[in-house]
């Protein structure tokens, strides 16, 4: 099985301890070592370039529309640029601070194909933020941009008809949304064990720092396709917990 994988990422703001580039550095070197996974990341800049497996795209960062604009322009490069795309089984568009175990997600991939779009889980629209301003679009099911998982045919179908999308609404939505009002002939899809995906608990004590032997235990008795991390408090934790992690699972450490 061939997977494209295409990671969201940005700049860390110059005042805030965020990591993304030392979390870009940390994917980088485990993605690699799949030989079945192509891994673009993608972010604006001040310039057009590709350039070490990075795609800058020229553009301001922002929530909305921003996210949405430079992941569009992303599918439509792989779609375009990419000359061997279409022996890609799969497109997967995650984001900078998520881990994904490849060899675990084509196991799955394998037992429960993706018949047009999923994701890691399934969440149902029922609240404002992100582009939502009222009820309209309650009730939607849509996969988080953690994990979005594309077939071929989807993934031509956002691409081609992206002068559909709401682009007041955050990218995960939207596609979610533009899929509900012109495919309602499709059924979303997430993994058959939501426990498969998981927000990384944190690691961490002021007193003892970073509790190794419990990471390792973590990752070692887990199951988990998807390791979602989001310390709120400070990004450094997640920085640190994802370069543990991803030595752990390169036998490293």
Same mark, same amino acid.
């Given at each position: 099985m061939k997977l494209l994988n295409l990671v969201l990422f940005s700049n860390s703001h110059p005042e805030a301890q965020e990591g993304y580039e030392e979390m870009q550095k940390t994917l980088? #070197?485990?993605?690699? %070592?799949?030989?079945? $996974? #192509? /891994?673009i990341f993608y972010k604006y800049s001040n310039e057009d370039k590709f350039e070490d497996n990075i795609l800058y795209i020229k553009g301001v960062e922002s929530l909305v529309p921003g996210v949405l604009e430079k992941t569009l322009k992303t599918f439509e490069y792989a779609l375009n640029e990419i000359k061997e795309f279409d022996d890609y089984d799969y497109i997967i568009r995650t984001n900078i601070s998520s881990i994904?175990?490849? &060899?675990? =997600?084509?196991e799955?991939?394998? &037992?429960?194909p993706i018949k047009f779009y999923g994701g890691g889980h399934i969440m149902n629209l029922s609240w404002? !933020?992100?582009?939502?301003? @009222? %009820? /309209?679009w309650? !009730?939607? =099911?849509?996969a988080p941009g953690t994990c979005l998982i594309f077939t071929k045919e989807a993934f031509r179908f956002v691409v081609k008809n992206q002068h559909l999308i709401h682009k007041e609404i $955050? @990218? @995960? =939505?939207a596609i979610a949304i533009l899929f509900r009002e012109h495919r309602p002939d499709i059924t979303i899809q997430a993994f058959k064990n939501r426990e498969q995906y998981k927000a990384t608990p944190i690691f961490y004590t002021d007193e003892l720092g970073f509790n190794l032997?419990?990471? &390792?235990e973590y990752v070692q008795k887990n199951n988990i396709i998807v390791y979602r991390n989001r310390c709120y408090n400070c990004r450094l934790v997640d920085q640190i917990q994802m370069r543990l992690i991803v030595d752990i699972l390169l036998n490293i450490i």
């Open positions: 980088a #070197k485990y993605y690699a %070592s799949y030989p079945n $996974v #192509k /891994t994904i175990n490849f &060899k675990l =997600l084509e799955e991939l394998r &037992k429960n404002t !933020g992100g582009g939502i301003t @009222d %009820s /309209t309650y !009730g939607t =099911l849509f $955050v @990218d @995960d =939505l032997t419990a990471i &390792k």
